[in-house]
Structures are given as structure tokens and as C-alpha cells.
């Protein structure tokens, strides 16, 4: 460039170079493009951007960013020698200075306006700038740069003593001249600017008289508007009265509709709850009766002793009319005609009374009853009778729910706050009871979902009528729990002193828990001559009901005995019983659960399995059957149902063994009893094949492979296919010997080492014992020469 000194000059003159990076980016990079477009020659572009660039200086929030974007705008017009329109800029920057009051930064921007008219060699006007320029360095202290102008000013004096001739002097005209050429340029891009303003304000002009035309339609037509707007009103109030006539009437009939809906529901819940009460009393009748029709069958049916079965009646009887008792009282409490018989005397010694004999159950069972009281005595009134059900009914369940080994706890203790009252708490170990399910316990014949909470068959309306009586004395029960940590019934009475005294106040009926059931017994049971009879598991929760079972049983069935589930469940996965008899409620794990496990367990998927339950509906049945159930009994059952149910299973058993036993490879069966038992015979017979020229292959490799222990694989393979583990493999890897047969030319040698045999000669013996040939004579039958 031509005027780098000036440039130079003015970077030290203005600080340029130490302020550049506050300069907004984009106002520099229109001056680059400007700079690029000057460069390739297209002089109008350079020009429309370099204003554009001015026009966004002058638009930044920030009068001192304005001047230094400005002061860096004309250096880039100095770079490019647009000297005029550098000083217009310069122009600006200035006054924006002087308003700032940055004595400073306006005296730098003088003695720079000074310096371009110097390089141009105009000592008259750069000396009016230096003028105005050198008092406010002085101000400012910048004497190196006022010994700058005075050196300058010192020049011009010396120019100005050359005559005319003077090389420089020519060389400021031919700059005068060229400036001149790029003010005319400037002059003529502005000039288009201005042109484009005017089309743009006549464009401006015309729109606007568009939209004025338009504004006065649009309010020709709102006027016009309104007025049928008014009319449509009118006619909207006269049909909105009519309208809210009729939705009045409506609202009538949709009251008086809803009344009938509320009604019909409230009728409907009934129906369900007579419903449900009726299907739970009918459940619970169902099994003592089952157990009642088989003690009844074996008296008939037997010349021995019958003192075991009549126990078995009698039990039951007495369980029959404990339910129609309770029954009666609660329907008695809702009605209000249960009267209390009151006595006064020592509650604390009546409940060690009572307890005694729940003690007694509870340690047959392998659990502790502990009774924890810090009064040696209380004495208030209180009817033996009605707290005697109270605590049965609370303990019954108690040691239901806990496991064995675990602790049952009955706190009695005095009310020291408000009124003189007595708590009453018995606490279980078991697994508590979710807290959504809380506040339903006490509904009569509310049971927990699927039954996990129950422990055994028990009456529904136990804790129903306990609410009832605890009531009736004047008292209120609560619940406390937590899955995982046990259940808490806390009875409240009231402590009074009225009704007579009463030495002995023991209960006059007997004491339920000494009429309890006997623990159920897990067992084994076989007969003297059954070792090859089918083994059968028996999972049952009731001692009765296994003991009428296994007697029907136990001559025609190894037994095994589940007292629970999740037992059920352990017993099936470890011995793989041929038959499995399973009741539908039961603790831990109900018998759904049980089928479901099972079935799809390839351990047990084969295990044909009957649920026994009392509730008789379609729903229950079709939910066995989806679970997996082969078929479903309805207590109370006769001996003659049970056994056509189980050997119709047996005829299932033969169904597999014959499908299974030939080893052969199996057709596709759409028929549900064999896909899953299919699947596992594929996955079996593949495991061998990708082994089978590894004469190490045995029994331990397939059960690992497999997944299955030794003798569940045994139990399964034998079950299907009637041939032991061993057998299974080696009659497989013969079968696949003949197949090679049929499809190759390999020798007999060749064949045996292809299908794991390392010794011919054993594997010649072993193909005549499986296909009553030879190898070679059985080539010989397919056509292939002998080798």
C-alpha cells in the first residue's frame, strides 16, 4: 500500500493495536470483506459494505465502542487510500469523543486527522488540527507525541519555503486527483443508496395507501358486522332462554338418571357381596365336607377300627359349627341383639388360663407363645365368653402366620392416659401384611391377593366378628404391620367395675386350641411291595385332607407329602415325582403358583398335575387351566373321580413315552401337551449331535450342558422315553450310526468313531442289541456293500 507510514503512524496515534479486540466481531469482518472485494476489484460492493459497516458502529449500544469501531473503520479506509472518507469517519469518532469528554482519546484523534493532511501534503489544515491538538496533549502529559507534531509542523514550514516545482508538491496533486476519483466513487455508491431509499419510501408510500384503502373496508364491513352480530344476539338470548329451559329439564331427568344409576349400583353390590359371601361360606363348608365323605367312605369300606376316622368326623363336625356359630353371632352384633354377660374378676389370670393351650400348639408346631404382662392382676368386667373369641380368633391367626422357629408375643398392659382402659396386643413374626391392604381386614371374608398372606383354610369372618365383639364391649381394635416384619391387633377395652363378682370365670365351652388339628406330618409314604409304582407328591396345607388322600393313595402310589408351596415346589424340583396332586390355597406359594413354576420349569414341564380346590366357579378353573393344570377337582371329590382324573394322567404319561421312545427325529405337533416337552428333546438330542464323536461325552457333560443335576435328568429322560440317561445316549448316537448308514459310504469303523465309538467291536454289539442286526448285515439290507 501507499500509505503505510501513515498507517503506522496512526496505530501509535490512536492505540488502535491494544484496543482492536474490543471491536464487535462482525463489524470487522464487514471491513475484511470490504478489503476483499477492493482487492478482486469490485469497488461498489467494497464501498456498500464499508458503509454498512459505519451504519452498525453508529448502532452499538456504547457511545465510546461507536467512536473506537469508527476510528478502526477509517484505518481500514486509510489501508485501502480512501483518505476523504477516512476523515468523515474521523469526523464522527471525534464528536462522539468530545461528548464522552476523553481529552485523551480527542487529542489522539486530532493529531492523527492532522498526520493523513501532512502525508497529503496540506501543512495548512494539518496544522489547524495540530493546533487544537496541542494544548489537550499537554493536558493529557504526552509529550513524546506533542514533539511529534512539533516536528511535523516544522516540516511544513520547510515545504512550504520549496517553490512550486518541488517533487512532493507533484506528488500531492497526483494524490489530490486520485482521492478525487474515490470521493466521486463514494459520491456515486451513495448516490445509489439515496435512489434505493427513495424506491423503497415510494414502495412504503404506496403500501401504506393499500392498507389505508383496506383498513376503511375493514371497517365498512364491521360496521356491517355489528349490526348482524346485534341481530344474531337477539335471536341467540331468545334461544338461549329456550335452551335453558330445556337443559333445566334435562338436568332434572339426569338427576332423577343418576338416582336409578346409584340405586342399580348400590343393588349390584349387594348382588356381588351376597355373591361373594355365599362363594367363601360355600368354600369353607367344602373342605371339612370332603374330609367328612372320605372318613365316612373308609368306615364304610373297612372290617378294622374306625375310632381314626370317627376322630376325623367329629373334628370336622366341631369345625363345621364353630363356622355356622360365628356366623350367627356376627349376624346376632349387626343386628344388636347379642346382649354381654358380664362378670368382675382377674382378667390377668383368666388369659394365662387361656393361653395355656395355645401354647401347647404353638410348640407343636415349632413356635413360641410368650404372654408379657406387668400387673401381677387386674380386675374389671369383661364376659369370659366374648374375650375368649376374641383371643382365639387373634392367636389362631397369629400362629398361622408365623413361621417355624419364630416367636408369638400377647402383651397385656394397663392404659395410663384418658380413661382407664386395658391393650390388648398379640404380635406375629410372619411376613405382615401390605399397607395398602390394611384397611380391608376386618371386611368380612376379605382374603389378600392370590392368598401369599394366608397360611392355611380358615374361616373369613374371623376378624370381621372380633371387630363386632370387641365393639360390643364398649372397645376398638387396630392393626399395625410391615411386610417382612409381622402383624400387630391391638384391642382396646374399657376398664370398669360394675357387673358382680365371679370366682371362677374359665370359659364353659371348650378351648379351641385343644381341638385344634394335628401338625401336619411331611412324609414319605410307600407301600411294602410299591418300589415301581408311580411316584406321586401330595402338596396339601390341611392334615385332614392328606390323611383321607394318602389313604386312597397309598396303596397304588409311592406319596410324598408337601405341607406348603413353596415346599411343593423344592420336593417336585429335586425328585421329579411321575404325578402331582396339589391343593389351590395353600401358604407361601398357592397352587397356581405351583403350576406355573412347574410348567415352565424343563425339569418338570412333563409332570402331569391335578389342582384340588373348594371353590367350584368357571373363573376359578379356567385360571388352573391357563396356569398349567392338566385337570381340576371340586371338593368335595369321591374316591372313583380322583382315580379316573389320575389314570386319564397316566394315559398322558404313555402318550409322551410313546412319542419320545423311538429317538427318532420328531414331527411338529400343534397339540400344546407336547411343544414344550418337543423343545426339550430338540435341545437334548443337539447337544448330543455338536458331541457326538467325543466318546468323553457321558452323563456328567450332558447334565452340565443341559443344566440339570445327574438324577433330575434321569427322572426326566426316564419319565419320557423309558430308558435311563446312559441308555438314552447311547441308543441316540446309534440311531444317528443307522442314519449314516442309509446316507453314506462310510465303513463300519468309520461310522463307529463318527458317533463316538473308539472300539468296533463294542459298537457292533451295541447296534445288534438296539436294531436286532449287525452293522453289516444292516448294510446289506439298505443295498451298501459291507467294507
Known sequence: MKYLAVVGWLFCALGLSAQAGQVPEHILHLCDRGVDHYSSGTLDTAVLLFLEAEFQALELPEPAQQALSLEAIGQYYLELDFRGQSLVVYEKALSIRQTLGDTASVADILAAMGGIHFEFLDCEQASVYWQ??????????????????????????????????????????????QQQAIDHLFEKVLLQVDLEEEKQELAYALQLKQEQALLRSTVLILILATLLLGSLFVLFQMKRKANHDLARLNQEISGQKTLLVQQNEKLEELDRMKSHFFTNISHEFRTPLTIIEGAVYEIRHTDGPVDKALDVIARNNRN???????????????????????????????????????QTLAASQQKTLHFVHHDAGIVMDFDPEKLLQIVSNLLSNAIKYTPEGKDIYVLVQRQSQGKDGLLLTVKDSGIGIPKDK???????????????????????IGLALTQELVKLMGGAITVQSEPGRGTSFIAQLPVTKQAPL???????????????????????????????????????????VVQYTAALLKDHYRLAVAGDGEKGLRIALESVPDLIISDLKMPRKNGYEVCEVLKN????????????????????????????????????????????????????RRRLRQRYQSLAPLAPSNDPVFQKEDAFIADLQATIDEHLDDENFGIPELCKA??????????????????????????????????????????????????????????????????????????????????
Not at 144 to 167: N, T
Not at 438 to 460: A, H, K, M, N
Not at 774 to 781: A, G, M, N, V
Open 502 to 544: 365371679q370366682a371362677d370365670n374359665r370359659p364353659r365351652q371348650p378351648l379351641p386350641a385343644r381341638s385344634a388339628d394335628t401338625p401336619l406330618v411331611e412324609e414319605v409314604i410307600t407301600p411294602s411291595e410299591g418300589e415301581d409304582l408311580p411316584y406321586l407328591l401330595l402338596i396339601e396345607d390341611n392334615p385332614d
Open 706 to 787: 443341559i443344566g440339570m443335576s445327574r438324577s433330575q435328568l434321569h427322572l426326566k429322560i426316564k419319565a419320557l422315553t423309558n430308558r435311563s440317561t446312559s441308555h438314552y445316549i447311547r441308543g441316540y448316537r446309534l440311531m444317528r450310526a443307522r442314519e449314516m448308514f442309509n446316507t453314506t459310504e462310510l465303513n463300519v469303523t468309520e461310522v463307529a468313531f463318527e458317533v463316538g465309538f473308539r472300539d468296533a467291536a463294542y459298537f457292533s454289539r451295541s447296534f445288534s442289541s438296539e436294531f436286532g442286526l449287525s452293522p453289516r448285515d444292516y448294510q446289506k439290507t439298505v443295498g451298501q456293500a459291507p467294507r
Open 320 to 358: 363345621l359349627l364353630q363356622l355356622v356359630n360365628q356366623i350367627l353371632d356376627l349376624r346376632k352384633l349387626e343386628a344388636g341383639k347379642m346382649k354381654l354377660d358380664l362378670v368382675q374378676g382377674d382378667v390377668i389370670s383368666y388369659l394365662n388360663y387361656v393361653l395355656e393351650s395355645f
Open 132 to 177: 487544537q491538538a496541542r494544548p489537550l496533549l499537554e493536558q493529557a502529559r504526552k509529550s513524546e507525541r506533542l514533539g511529534e507534531i512539533e516536528e511535523k509542523i516544522g516540516l511544513c514550514y520547510d515545504r512550504q519555503q520549496r517553490g512550486p516545482e518541488d517533487s512532493l508538491t507533484i506528488l500531492a496533486h497526483m494524490r489530490v486527483l
Open 601 to 652: 420349569d424343563h425339569r418338570t414341564s412333563h409332570i402331569p398335575i391335578v389342582l384340588v380346590s373348594a371353590q367350584t366357579d368357571q373363573d376359578a378353573r379356567n385360571e388352573g387351566f391357563r396356569s398349567g393344570a392338566d385337570a381340576y377337582l371340586s371338593k368335595p371329590f369321591n374316591r372313583e373321580e380322583l382315580f379316573i382324573r389320575l389314570k386319564q394322567l397316566i394315559e398322558l
Open 438 to 460: 390394611l384397611p380391608y381386614v376386618f371386611d368380612r371374608f376379605y382374603q389378600l391377593d392370590d392368598w401369599i398372606y394366608r397360611r392355611e383354610e380358615s374361616t373369613g
